[in-house]
């Protein structure tokens, strides 16, 4: 069965770091980009970073750039997101998703999420 | 604050025909397809069109996609009671280099 199970969310102060996680299952993990999309209380959908099959290209919305880097382990089947320098702002579910074919940005394979908070 | 728009919300009795509109510009839509994806509260978002008008396996013929120029729209015929979810449309900005969603529209069944 084709899945991704993310994990790492937690409370965390403003300020801090967190990194999570997105286990994926089921099909060739480094033939696929993936993503990182965010959905904050009340909120809608936000993309918040992307990452070619081979790690070699990253994306990332201006909200997060320079703040936040994806990165993933082909060997690991793993996806990561390192968010640093966090924000009350940055308060949402977190969920890994995976392109439909190479070269699509559509995304077709979504986790449940995991929640971050930030706050003092 | 998004650059695709959608109206917040959209409704109908079973059986009618919704259509949910996505606006947006040169630099997404216009060049770039359109997906949209269907959301319930609490679980993952399902990829319901891509490339503007094509259905993934699974998902029913009552659900169509179009596009033209700097707008998409998501029609859903036939409407169900289990069509009652947020609906999302989604493009890649070149200006941005990024991928972006639109602002949302509530579907209930009335």
């Known amino acids: 069965e084709v899945q991704v199970l993310e994990s790492g969310g937690g409370l965390v102060q403003p300020g801090g770091s967190l990194r999570l996680s997105c286990a994926a299952s089921?099909?060739?993990?480094?033939?696929?980009?993936f993503s990182w999309v965010r959905q904050a209380p009340g909120k809608g959908l936000e993309w918040v970073s992307a990452i070619s099959g081979s790690g070699g290209s990253t994306y990332y919305a201006d909200s997060v750039k320079g703040r936040f880097t994806i990165s993933r382990d082909n060997s690991r089947n793993t996806l990561y997101l390192q968010m640093n320098s966090l924000r009350a702002e940055d308060t949402a579910v977190y969920s890994c998703a995976k392109s439909r074919v190479s070269g699509s940005r559509a995304l077709d394979v979504w986790g449940q999420g995991t929640t971050v908070t930030v706050s003092s | 604050q998004s650059v695709l728009t959608q109206p917040p919300s959209a409704s109908g009795t079973p059986g009618q025909r919704v259509t949910i509109s996505c606006s947006g510009s040169s630099s997404n839509i216009g060049g770039n397809t359109v997906n949209w994806y269907q959301h319930l509260p609490g679980t993952a978002p399902k990829l319901l069109i891509y490339g503007n008008n094509q259905r993934p396996s699974g998902v029913p013929d009552r659900f169509s996609g179009s596009k033209s120029g700097t707008s998409a729209s998501l029609a859903i015929s036939g409407l169900q009671s289990e069509d009652e979810a947020d609906y999302y449309c989604a493009a890649w900005d070149d200006s941005l280099n990024g991928y972006v969603f639109g602002t949302g529209t509530k579907v209930t069944v009335l």
């Open positions: 089921g099909f060739t993990f480094s033939n696929y980009a």
